[in-house]
T-cell receptor, first 115, second 112 residues
Framework: ETGVTQSPTHLIKTRGQQVTLRCSSQSGHNTVSWYQQALGQGPQFIFQYYREEENGRGNFPPRFSGLQFPNYSSELNVNALELDDSALYLCASSFFREPYPQEQYFGPGTRLTVT | KQEVTQIPAALSVPEGENLVLNCSFTDSAIYNLQWFRQDPGKGLTSLLLIQSSQREQTSGRLNASLDKSSGRSTLYIAASQPGDSATYLC???????????FGSGTQLTVLP
């Protein structure tokens, strides 16, 4: 069984640029969630994708967008990067079966630095 | 809005000691609660999941309890080891928000 993988591991971007982060779900999972973790803080929910549609969103602006593909892999896109976007971005996959959410499994994260 | 608080923020104990980490949440309408471990700069490793209908879960030296009505959970670590040193995060899945809400974590250091 393959766990959750993320790419790239590290990324350095300049303010104003755009970035795409990628995530491959654990085998058998149908839901992907993205979280942002600033240094010394707990992760903050960005959004969740289920059946290729956004299924919930946290308090993040529209310049944070995502996609889920038929194979349940996912992308997080961030436009017009700001210095405060520097963080560890975590992807989590789970098997969602109404009405109860199941255990979420996290990937190793992508460390994004915006200069 | 769900808020999760973890106390203490940091804890240092000698090897072999039993310890308790605390987590509290403001909205008792949760589906489940998860405890995670995070090593520096790494992703999250799920330790225990407690469904809202359960009172506790055990895995090896770890035991987590849940008192939903009072909005509290504890993670008990028995016979701590230096390898247990990490940040421990508590998170609740609230039904209305369909998201995990995390505390800021407890940074644990076990001294040899």
């Amino acid at each position: 069984e393959t766990g959750v993988t993320q790419s790239p591991t590290h990324l350095i971007k300049t303010r104003g640029q755009q970035v795409t982060l990628r995530c491959s779900s654990q085998s058998g999972h149908n839901t992907v969630s993205w979280y942002q973790q600033a240094l010394g803080q707990g992760p903050q929910f960005i959004f969740q994708y289920y059946r290729e549609e956004e299924n919930g969103r946290g308090n993040f602006p529209p310049r944070f967008s995502g996609l889920q593909f038929p194979n349940y892999s996912s992308e997080l896109n961030v436009n017009a990067l700001e210095l405060d976007d520097s963080a560890l971005y975590l992807c989590a996959s789970s098997f969602f079966r109404e009405p109860y959410p199941q255990e979420q499994y996290f990937g190793p994260g992508t460390r994004l630095t915006v200069t | 809005k769900q808020e999760v608080t973890q106390i203490p923020a940091a804890l240092s104990v000698p090897e072999g000691e039993n310890l308790v980490l605390n987590c509290s949440f403001t909205d008792s309408a949760i589906y489940n609660l998860q405890w995670f471990r995070q090593d520096p700069g790494k992703g999250l490793t799920s330790l225990l999941l407690i469904q809202s209908s359960q009172r506790e879960q055990t895995s090896g030296r770890l035991n987590a309890s849940l008192d939903k009505s009072s909005g509290r959970s504890t993670l008990y670590i028995a016979a701590s080891q230096p390898g247990d040193s990490a940040t421990y995060l508590c998170a609740v899945f609230s039904g209305s928000a369909r998201q995990l809400t995390f505390g800021s974590g407890t940074q644990l250091t076990v001294l040899p």
